[in-house]
Nanobody, 120 residues
Framework: QLQLVESGGGLVQPGGSLRLSCAASGFTLDYYAIDWFRQAPGKEREEVSCINSGISSSNDTDSVKGRFTISRDNAKNMAYLQMNSLKPEDTARYYC?????????????WGQGTQVTVSS
């Protein structure tokens, strides 16, 4: 079965950290760019960060720059989103998706998402 599975979400206090994981199953993640998205209730989906297959380039949305770091480990067929200095407005369901390149706006695989709640 070809799929992406996210994990690592949860409840965290403002200022805290979480690391989200995105595991690929049934295909090799090496050739794909990995996008992290989030969607809060009543809001549109927002692209958070993207990393290309060669690991040489990544893009972050302005609201997370300096706080979130995207990375990947092709040997483990995994991608990650390290989230530091979390704010209540980061609360959302976070999804990973695989595309051929960052910015192409066409994704081959999506995960089911993991919930992140930032609250005191």
């Amino acid at each position: 079965q070809l799929q992406l599975v996210e994990s690592g979400g949860g409840l965290v206090q403002p200022g805290g950290s979480l690391r989200l994981s995105c595991a690929a199953s049934g295909f090799t993640l090496d050739y794909y760019a990995i996008d992290w998205f989030r969607q809060a209730p009543g809001k549109e989906r927002e692209e958070v960060s993207c990393i290309n297959s060669g690991i040489s380039s990544s893009n972050d949305t302005d609201s997370v720059k300096g706080r979130f770091t995207i990375s990947r480990d092709n040997a483990k067929n995994m991608a990650y989103l390290q989230m530091n200095s979390l704010k209540p407005e980061d609360t959302a369901r976070y999804y990973c998706a695989a595309a051929w390149r960052c910015g192409e706006n066409e994704w081959q695989y999506w995960g089911q998402g993991t919930q992140v709640t930032v609250s005191s």
